[in-house]
Each structure stands twice: as structure tokens, then as C-alpha cells.
């Protein structure tokens, strides 16, 4: 199994995980939501504000992406080998129960 030292390591490595996105998806919601109660069109700048904040977003989404990917192909790798001991020693144990309930 993994130590602390080997999660430590690993943690280092790891990507970094964005603060959360949903507050800037509410920041969104709420500059558009007031721009249709002022029933104004949306100004040049607006639309840039909200394509900044939209491409924010996806970075932070594209980090948590990143961050996913980083620990499941980690966690995948750590584990394989430990999926093969455990196949080779089911089988074992099998052999020994064939042997103990069907001797020939």
C-alpha cells in the first residue's frame, strides 16, 4: 500500500485543483440577469467583462480536468501491479482448494 512519503510525492507532482467555478458562473448569471431587467443591449464592454470571466472559467475547468486525469492515470499505475499479486494469489489459493476438497 502507499505510504505517507509516496503521497507526498505524489501530491507534489499533482496539477493544481482551481478554487471553485461557482461563483463565477453566478457573477455571470447575475450580469445578465441585470442587463435583461434594465432591458439594455449589451455594451461592448460587458461582453467583454463576461468573456473574461467566461474564459477564466475555462481554464479553471481545464486545470480540474488536468488535476482528474494526473490522479486516476496515478492511482491506475499504482495499483496494477497490486490487481496482478492479488490474481496470482487467488489462483494460488485456488490450486490449494482443489487440492484439499478433490485430492485424486
Known amino acids: 500500500m502507499a505510504t505517507n512519503k509516496h503521497w507526498s510525492k505524489w501530491k507534489k507532482k499533482a496539477p493544481k485543483v482551481p478554487d471553485h467555478t461557482c461563483p463565477i458562473i453566478d457573477n455571470i448569471i447575475e450580469d445578465l440577469n441585470n442587463l435583461r431587467e434594465e432591458h439594455l443591449s449589451i455594451r461592448r464592454r460587458e461582453i467583454i467583462k463576461i468573456t473574461r470571466q467566461l474564459e477564466r472559467l475555462r481554464c479553471a475547468n481545464d486545470a ?41
Open 64 to 104: 480540474l480536468r488536468s488535476s482528474g486525469i494526473y490522479w486516476y492515470d496515478l492511482c491506475k499505475n499504482y495499483l496494477k501491479p497490486i490487481k496482478i499479486e492479488l490474481i496470482d494469489d487467488l489462483k494460488k489459493y485456488s490450486r490449494q482448494l482443489k487440492t484439499l476438497f478433490f485430492p485424486n
